[in-house]
Nanobody
């Protein structure tokens, strides 16, 4: 079992920055990959970024160059640094744990709201 708790969301002006955090408990954190997803109002949930257990990363095209995912295994926490925010980044952001490569994400946090004002 893995429990995930996100924090760091809020209201920000376009062009601003936010850093989301996701604290994990349960299984050995360094053993599995972590991802960030988001769901905008009226839209499907979409992939944002992923970081593997060895810290390799990949991003959705829409956030490349603006968002950075990182992890601190000692703190059992994954981060999403979001810069140059746009109104279209407004969404509920979720972190998720992928225990086995290539499989669906197994555990999800409750989400944190990010609102970007024009």
């Amino acid at each position: 079992q893995v429990q995930l708790v996100e924090s760091g969301g809020g209201l920000v002006q376009a062009g601003g920055s936010l850093r989301l955090s996701c604290a994990a408990s349960g299984r050995t954190f360094s053993d599995y990959a972590m991802g960030w997803f988001r769901r905008a109002p009226g839209k499907e949930r979409e992939f944002v970024a992923r970081i593997s257990s060895s810290a390799s990363t990949n991003y959705a095209d829409s956030v490349k160059g603006r968002f950075t995912i990182s992890r601190d295994n000692a703190k059992r926490t994954v981060y999403l640094q979001m810069n140059s925010l746009k109104p279209e980044d407004t969404a509920v952001y979720y972190c998720a744990a992928q225990i086995r490569y290539g499989r669906a994400y197994d555990y999800w946090g409750q989400g944190t709201q990010v609102t970007v004002r024009r």
